[in-house]
């Protein structure tokens, strides 16, 4: 491959960085691909035996970026190779755009293959029930309870279906709509916006959380652009804090048995989804409702449940005499 210009790698990640401005990427995001470029950059260095600063866009080579994801993959998740590589193939798209190389060699590094979707949904028919109950009951004795805002984060994930990084982001201009008639309006994954109707019930817990939050911070903040979730010093809640308190809520209910393995906040959002397909919702409201980029992640619900009353039939004892009466 030859290359057109000689420019330091880390200007040219620079630049890139610059060039995605326009696309609003989450702050998350950008730190995610920050570590993506960061970690392959280090990798390629020692290998070359020069600083990162040093580094140039013609060692960024098919050979050179094979050996650096090789070493990469040692240590990393299978998910976390994937991501880099997505991450590095954008990277190097944009410098053949901006002819800063003549092509793009990371079509000579292998990619672990995209493991397909299984959701991760609470165990139980009526695990969410129980779940919105305990907590509505106090049942997480932490050093501040605060039951109203336990009720509304687990409500949002599930009958909302919103993920982490969307309930940090909701500001109380989020909610828009005549009382009856309220939606949330949330600015999801890759910034696609979309609009999630709720019901009375719904609108009540958040009725109820905003009366607790004036009465825990009299001094506080309630202007429009003001965050919806706050932490017990009245601030914005951070990606840690919802995460505990989802996990302590599961624990504090003697549900936590019933959560698939790494899933806690996101099997909200998986339950919310198993059922919409469980109730006949289609792909397409799916995707609607959940705000998914590609219809085929939708379709896996649909086709996951499915799979799972196929396998509870199968189950059923009485399929055991009909075995022994063919045999």
């Not at 070493?71 to 990277?91: C, E, G, I």
């Not at 940090?168 to 009856?180: D, H, K």
């Not at 449940?305 to 189950?315: Q, S």
Request: net charge positive.
């Amino acid at each position: 491959m030859r290359y057109k210009i000689s420019v330091q790698v880390l200007a040219a990640q620079d630049s890139f960085f610059l060039a995605r401005r326009p696309r609003k990427d989450s702050p998350h995001t950008t730190l995610a691909y920050q570590r993506d470029l960061a970690g392959v950059n280090a990798l390629l260095a020692s290998a070359l035996q020069v600083d990162v600063t040093e580094l140039d866009v013609r060692d960024l080579t098919g050979a050179n970026l094979r050996m650096a994801f090789g070493v990469f993959a040692d240590t990393h998740a299978k998910s976390s190779v994937l991501r880099a590589w997505s991450t590095w193939n954008q990277f190097l798209t944009f410098c053949v755009a901006e002819d800063l190389l003549a092509g793009n060699p990371m079509g000579a590094v292998a990619r672990p293959k995209t493991p397909p979707l299984v959701p991760k949904p609470l165990r139980g028919e009526d695990t969410p029930e129980q779940l919105l109950s305990a907590a509505a009951e106090g049942a997480r004795k932490g050093r501040d309870p605060w039951p109203e805002r336990d009720v509304l984060v687990l409500a949002l994930g599930l009958v909302a279906g919103l993920r982490s990084a969307e309930m940090r982001t909701l500001t109380l201009a989020s909610i828009v709509g005549r009382p009856g008639e309220q939606r949330l309006h949330v600015r999801g994954k890759g910034n696609r916006d979309r609009s999630i109707p709720i019901e009375s019930p719904m609108e009540r817990i958040i009725t109820a959380y905003l009366e607790s939050c004036r009465r825990r911070f009299p001094q506080g903040r309630f202007d429009r652009d003001s965050s919806l979730l706050r932490d017990r010093h009245g601030e914005p809640i951070g990606r840690g804090g919802l995460e505990y308190l989802v996990k302590s809520c599961f624990r504090w209910a003697g549900l936590h048995d019933r959560v698939p393995t790494g899933a806690n906040l996101h099997a909200l959002r998986h339950t919310f989804a198993t059922r919409l397909a469980e109730d006949g919702a289609s792909a397409s409201e799916i995707m609607a409702l959940l705000g998914h980029a590609s219809l085929a992640t939708s379709q896996n619900y649909i086709e996951a449940t499915a799979r799972e009353r196929r396998a509870a039939v199968a189950a059923n004892r009485t399929y055991r005499a009909l075995n022994a009466m063919e045999s």
